[in-house]
């Protein structure tokens, strides 16, 4: 092997290291993980409630716990789809691209450990793409709802 080939060789593997590390950062910067002192379903009814009083509503939820059932998998988990009309028209007016992201998704699960957990990506992380200061306030916003939230149903 020549010294070019070597430096090309090193040099890919750098770039790739960088990238991989990129995406590690990306997905600890972004995702929350709260861990609940409640049983799932009182964690799920607690959720529902808050969101109600947080002024926003629950627009759809995936069961994906029952449909991990088809396959053998016993577990519990719904993701939810969460979030307030008013606010979205407020982003969706920007980029309506922004619907591959909200409403929001909090995914309540139990883990391995047989704790309850209440996890989402953080609003200004993943809206962040769009390079719109205005979306980027929106989303700043939401992740002090979901910020404030999750600790109180946690609780």
Same mark, same amino acid.
């Given at each position: 092997?020549?010294? @070019? @080939?070597?430096?090309?060789? *090193?040099?890919?593997?750098?770039?790739?290291?960088?990238?991989?590390?990129?995406?590690?950062?990306?997905?600890?910067?972004?995702?929350?993980?709260?861990?609940?002192?409640?049983?799932?379903?009182?964690?799920?009814?607690?959720?529902?409630?808050? !969101?109600?009083?947080?002024?926003?509503? !629950?627009?759809?939820?995936?069961?994906?716990?029952?449909?991990?059932?088809?396959?053998?998998?016993?577990?519990?988990?719904?993701?939810?789809? !969460?979030?307030?009309?008013?606010?979205?028209?407020? *982003?969706?007016?920007?980029?309506?691209?922004?619907?591959?992201?909200?409403?929001?998704?909090?995914?309540?699960?139990?883990?391995?450990?047989?704790?309850?957990?209440?996890?989402?990506?953080?609003?200004?992380?993943?809206?962040?793409?769009?390079?719109?200061?205005?979306?980027?306030?929106?989303?700043?916003?939401?992740?002090?709802?979901?910020?404030?939230?999750?600790?109180?149903?946690?609780?």
């Amino acid at each position: 092997m020549n010294q @070019s @080939s070597f430096l090309r060789g *090193v040099t890919l593997l750098a770039a790739l290291f960088a990238a991989f590390a990129a995406t590690t950062a990306f997905a600890q910067e972004a995702r929350v993980s709260v861990p609940s002192s409640k049983s799932f379903d009182q964690t799920v009814e607690a959720f529902k409630m808050a !969101v109600s009083k947080g002024g926003m509503m !629950v627009m759809s939820t995936v069961d994906q716990g029952n449909m991990m059932k088809m396959t053998g998998l016993d577990m519990k988990g719904t993701l939810f789809l !969460v979030g307030n009309p008013n606010g979205g028209k407020q *982003v969706f007016e920007k980029d309506p691209a922004a619907g591959l992201y909200l409403p929001l998704r909090v995914y309540i699960y139990l883990g391995s450990n047989s704790k309850t957990y209440l996890s989402y990506d953080k609003p200004s992380v993943v809206l962040k793409p769009f390079n719109n200061s205005s979306i980027d306030q929106t989303a700043g916003m939401l992740d002090q709802k979901l910020d404030m939230l999750t600790p109180m149903v946690a609780q």
